[in-house]
């Protein structure tokens, strides 16, 4: 029960932390199956999401075609749709660390554009939590752009412009979807984003194909292999529930603390990476990923703090209206006739005016 009331304030930061384990465990079977090309990868699993999704809503009571805000839905879904596909993209094509680190730059670009687009508080404890967050991906991942000799090999440096445009398309995304609020459910938004995915990756498949001058009649050719189809549905699976997790945490959370939270990706994959395809521990890898649990226990720990304050600054005031205090102009307490606590609002909330701030009545 003690554990419950503790994970209570903050289930948007566990959903998106669930969320981050489903789709580095997605990322982590892109990367293994090698004989399926990335968009048709991406149009399997957009399928097998469109799926499920529609039976999660239909079940749920939802109405998957008739949903408020529409327009920001759809942007939404061409911001995550995109940025998914950059992803696969650039993680076939690039060593998994590199393509982390470069895509999970996010937290910039979606703390900026939180800032400019709806006024989220942004402030030193965040850019501090982004800048060790950050470093340590960057540790981890030891991106070949910035670090020489044997510690990195050279790459196209088409991939890492892709992958800064994903991150910046994510950073996008993740805003919008503050936006859209709790205003839609989370399965209706899953359903859009999945079928523009589908229609956006069919797109990039066959203009990457014709590109390189392959045969358009073996795009979307279903896997022979027994193991390969049953991974592609696992990734289904594991990928409608990730999105579900993620866009109901984003909800609850701002876009900045949403972003920091999903660099947890990037330590999940290295300890995949240890385990599963055998890679050596090194010690900067490991200060990354020190860097990295520090940057989110900062969050964490500064929005307690907050969540407390206004606990607190919530309970002065009702134990003041309760007792028929009064505070003046001054912030001074004096005597009320047990009805008004400063002065009341419009909607007939009590507000306390003091010498910096009014606090609404939190009922109000």
């Not at 959903?15 to 465990?25: A, E, G």
């Not at 749920?60 to 008739?66: A, M, Q």
């Amino acid at each position: 029960m003690n554990l419950v009331r503790v994970i209570m304030p903050h289930r948007g930061m566990a959903y998106i932390f669930v969320s981050s384990v489903l789709f580095t465990i997605n990322a982590s079977i892109a990367k293994a199956i090698k004989r399926v090309p990335p968009g048709e990868f991406v149009t399997f699993r957009a399928s097998h999401c469109f799926l499920f999704t529609i039976i999660i809503t239909y079940f749920t009571g939802g109405v998957p075609f008739r949903f408020r805000k529409p327009r920001w839905v759809y942007v939404y879904g061409t911001f995550r749709g995109f940025s998914y596909i950059l992803k696969i993209f650039c993680v076939a094509n690039m060593p998994l660390g590199d393509a982390s680190a470069l895509f999970f730059t996010s937290p910039i670009f979606a703390g900026i554009f939180a800032r400019i687009l709806i006024n989220e508080d942004w402030g030193v404890i965040h850019a501090v939590s982004t800048v060790l967050g950050l470093t340590g991906v960057v540790l981890i991942s030891k991106p070949s752009f910035l670090f020489d000799g044997a510690v990195a090999n050279e790459v196209n440096p088409l991939y890492p412009a892709l992958a800064v445009s994903g991150a910046v398309i994510l950073g996008a995304g993740i805003t919008v979807q503050r936006k859209i609020g709790k205003d839609v459910p989370a399965s209706v938004i899953a359903v859009h984003q999945n079928f523009l995915t589908i229609i956006y990756s069919l797109i990039f498949e066959f203009a990457v194909s014709a590109v390189a001058h392959k045969d358009l009649s073996q795009v979307l050719v279903a896997p022979t292999c027994y193991d390969e189809r049953l991974l592609l549905f696992l990734v289904g699976v594991l990928a409608v529930a990730g999105q579900v997790l993620f866009i109901r945490g984003v909800a609850l959370e701002s876009a900045a603390v949403s972003s920091l939270m999903r660099n947890m990706d990037t330590v999940l994959a290295y300890i995949i990476q240890v385990t599963y395809f055998k890679e050596k521990a090194e010690w900067m890898s490991l200060v990354g990923a020190f860097l990295i649990i520090v940057s989110t226990v900062i969050v964490i720990l500064y929005k307690s703090y907050v969540m407390r304050r206004a606990a607190q600054s919530q309970g002065v005031v009702l134990e003041n209206v309760i007792s028929g205090k009064t505070v003046t102009e001054e912030g001074n307490p004096g005597e009320g006739n047990g009805e008004s606590f400063g002065e009341k609002d419009g909607s007939g909330g009590v507000m306390r005016r003091g010498p910096s701030v009014i606090l609404k009545n939190p009922a109000a």
